[in-house]
Structures are given as C-alpha cells and as structure tokens.
C-alpha cells in the first residue's frame, strides 16, 4: 500500500470516528446533568468519573478523556440510567456506541476486555453454547502472555472443585448451529 494510499485510508477512520463521536454528542444533547444515571447506576463507586461527569465529557467531545478512564468499561448494561433518565435518553445504547469505538480504535487499556468478548463469541459460534475450557485456551493465546493463566489458576481450581468447569470434553457440540445467526447479524452491521 503507497503512502498516498494509507493517507486516504487515514483520513477515512478518522472522519469515521469523528462521525461516531458526533452521534453519541447529538444523542445525549440534552442531558441536563440531574445526576439521576449516577445515583442509579451500581457501579459508579468504582469508576472514576461519575457517569454524569462521562457524558459531560461526552457533549464536550472529550474523546481522549473518555477512552483513558475505565467508567464507560464498568458499564454493566442494567438499563437502570436509561429507565431512569427524566429526559428518556438513550444512555446505555450511547455507552455501547462508545464501547464500540474503543474497540475498532484498539484502544490499549480495553484489548484485553476486547479479546475476552472476542473468545467468548468465538466459541459460542463454533458450539451454540461455551466450553469454558477450550473459552480460555483461546483467550489466553490470542493475548500472548505466557503469564496470564497463573494469574487466573486460583480461579479455576475452586470452579472445578466445584464441579462448575470441567477436563472432560463434553458428549454433545452443537457444531454450527448458531452460524446461520452470527452470519446475519455481520450482514445488519455491514448495512450500517
């Protein structure tokens, strides 16, 4: 690929993800910041702006800002701030928009989320359900550390010991039957 080449494709993810930002700005353009997603959501003690304070940043187009905290990440998806907002917004579906973004940006602090999800889809695809074991094999090789399993050893040896994750391959796969599924929703997202 020439230089002019790269150049055009560059500037066409930009403009692209400018025109992303620019949606989740008109969305949320008339958030009156009421405080009333914040008080109702169960994770903001652990994130480190409110999110009140995110979507702030957000009508101010504080990409950068938004995409180096972790609060749009520890969105559980409850709908609470959505079925609570006294304006009706679309929160949650703002905070999978930005979700999105991070992650056809490949914003660093979110590959491991990213990949994790990655996996998990991967696996249901190829199953029509998950295989815990053969779920983590493939998330601990697409990460390339050799030092992440250890990180997560503890874990599964009380889920086996609980009988929750096992050895043994299990005697039915449901082999391709949720392709027809997944190979329709990559059409609806195409026409987007």
């Known amino acids: 690929m020439s230089a002019q080449q790269l150049d055009l494709t560059s500037q066409a993810y930009e403009s692209a993800a400018s025109d992303a930002m620019a949606s989740i700005q008109e969305k949320i353009q008339a958030c009156m910041q009421c405080g009333t997603c914040s008080g109702s959501c169960p994770n903001a003690s652990a994130m480190d702006y409110t999110p009140r304070q995110l979507w702030r940043l957000a009508q101010l187009g504080q990409k950068d800002e938004i995409f180096n905290s972790k609060t749009f990440y520890l969105c559980s998806a409850c709908y609470f701030c959505t079925l609570r907002c006294p304006r009706g917004l679309p929160l949650t579906e703002t905070i999978g928009a930005l979700k999105r973004i991070a992650a056809a940006e490949g914003i660093e602090m979110y590959k491991s989320s990213i990949q994790f999800y990655k996996s998990f889809m991967d696996t249901v695809r190829r199953y029509g359900r998950v295989r815990e074991m053969e779920f983590m094999n493939r998330y601990f090789l697409a990460m390339k550390n050799p030092f992440l399993p250890f990180k997560f050893a503890s ?38």
């Open 155 to 192: 874990l599964g040896l009380k889920l086996m010991g609980k009988g929750k994750v096992s050895l043994e391959m299990p005697k039915f796969f449901g082999k391709g039957r949720l392709d027809a599924m997944f190979r329709k929703v990559e059409e609806l997202e195409a026409k987007r």
